[in-house]
Structures are given as structure tokens and as C-alpha cells.
């Protein structure tokens, strides 16, 4: 495994639901992020990971919630989300204080 | 104004044309410059990286950045049809913890063979 990868590729979900979506990199990389890309918008910035601490957060909403056990794993839980919420979620990485960002593939979500 | 503009296409080009994508920006504390190419369904992948001015040349790609205008572009020669995908420029600024990137709306290509 190299890179960064994201688990689900697709995931439909309920308003009601409560779901995750997993990330895993394989870059020696301590600073990882989510990021929300919707159709004909740059991609939003949702929150950031350095060492293990988030350091940002931005306005996010507080269905989405992040979670960082180590260095190299990084979630994002669900819950409640609304139609608007459905976009493409991306994770990256890189190294703390570093710019050049490695992402995955991205979870596809689609909130009915 | 927006931090970071780009003209979202789409731009529609025959193989082997010569594509100039750009991006302007406003922060002018911004010194790393990097362009991510994304195919249809995937994450973007890193395709350039540039600090501050000046010209970086991979293969048949081009990033030039000038940052007395605030404009960066990125080159791309004998295009392909493979290089069919969204070009997205992204940006940071320099010193201390300061890892966010800025980036564009993203140009939808097409190479047409």
C-alpha cells in the first residue's frame, strides 16, 4: 500500500444515519486533512491534523466530526447530514510545516 | 476579490497543441505554488511544485510563477488526449506552521484526438 487511501469509495446515506469515512497514509506523513469538493466550487478546506492535534477547523458544521488516533489515520464521522452535505470528501496529508499535499482518491457521498 | 482565481473552462484543445492554463491571486504572502491534475472520479494528484518565482520544467510540463503580477501558469506541450482532466492551481504562505492551501475553482481540459 502507498500513498493515501480512502475508505468508502461511495457511500449513500440517509439523513438519519450515522456513517464514517476512514483515511490511511503511507507517507511518513504528520499532517493530515479533510477537505470538501462540490461541483463548480474550490475545494473547502474542513479541518486540519499536526501531530495528532487539530489545529483547524473551519466552521465546519458540527455533524461532521474528525478524528485522529495516530499519525497515520484519520476519520471523519457522520451524522445528521443534510442533501447540501453531499460533495466529494477528500483526505491528504503532508509534513507538518511542509506544502506539497498528497491526497486520495476521495469518498463519493450522496445524502438522500 | 477571491484569494485565488482560475478560469474554470472548459478549454478544448486538438492533440499536440501547446495549453496555457493560469491563475491570478490576491494574498501576496503566498510563496509555494503547486498545480494538482484530477481525473473524472479521483483524488487530484500533484503535478508541480514551485517556490516563490521562476520557472520549473518536468518533462512536457511548464510552471512559471510571477509574483510581481501575482500569475502563475502552467505549460503544457504536445498535449495528449490522457492530459483530459481538471487542472487546479493551489497556494501557500510562507514561514512557521502555515500549511493551508488556497486553491482555484479547477479548468476542465479536453485534448481531442
Known amino acids: 500500500e502507498t500513498g493515501v487511501t480512502q475508505t468508502p469509495r461511495h457511500l449513500v446515506m440517509g439523513m438519519t444515519n450515522k456513517k464514517s469515512l476512514k483515511c490511511e497514509q503511507h507517507?511518513?506523513?504528520?499532517?493530515m486533512y479533510w477537505y470538501k469538493q462540490s461541483a463548480k466550487k474550490p475545494l473547502e478546506l474542513m479541518f486540519v491534523?499536526?501531530?495528532?492535534?487539530?489545529?483547524e477547523n473551519n466552521s465546519v458544521p458540527s455533524r461532521f466530526s474528525p478524528e485522529c488516533p495516530n499519525s497515520s489515520h484519520l476519520f471523519l464521522h457522520l451524522h445528521t447530514l443534510q442533501p447540501e452535505d453531499s460533495a466529494l470528501y477528500l483526505c491528504?496529508?503532508?509534513?507538518?510545516?511542509?506544502?506539497?499535499?498528497?491526497f486520495g482518491q476521495g469518498t463519493r457521498l450522496t445524502v438522500v | 476579490q477571491k484569494e485565488v482565481e482560475q478560469d474554470p473552462g472548459p478549454l478544448s484543445v486538438p492533440e499536440g497543441a501547446i495549453v496555457s492554463l493560469n491563475c491570478t491571486y490576491s494574498?501576496?504572502?503566498?510563496?509555494?505554488f503547486m498545480w494538482y491534475r484530477q481525473y473524472s472520479r479521483k483524488g487530484p494528484e500533484l503535478l508541480m511544485y514551485?517556490?516563490?518565482?521562476g520557472n520549473k520544467e518536468d518533462g512536457r510540463f511548464t510552471a512559471q510563477v510571477d509574483k510581481s503580477s501575482k500569475y502563475i501558469s502552467l505549460f503544457i506541450r504536445d498535449s495528449q488526449p490522457s492530459d483530459s482532466a481538471t487542472y487546479l492551481c493551489?497556494?501557500?504562505?510562507?514561514?512557521?506552521?502555515?500549511?493551508?492551501?488556497?486553491f482555484g475553482k479547477g479548468t476542465l481540459l479536453t485534448v481531442n484526438p
Open positions: 493551489a497556494m501557500s504562505a510562507s514561514g512557521g506552521s502555515n500549511y493551508k492551501l488556497t
Open positions: 507517507l511518513g506523513h504528520n499532517a
Open positions: 491534523y499536526s501531530l495528532e492535534e487539530r489545529v
Open positions: 514551485t517556490y516563490s518565482s
Open positions: 494574498n501576496s504572502a503566498f510563496q509555494y
Open positions: 491528504a496529508s503532508s509534513q507538518v510545516r511542509g506544502t506539497e499535499a498528497f
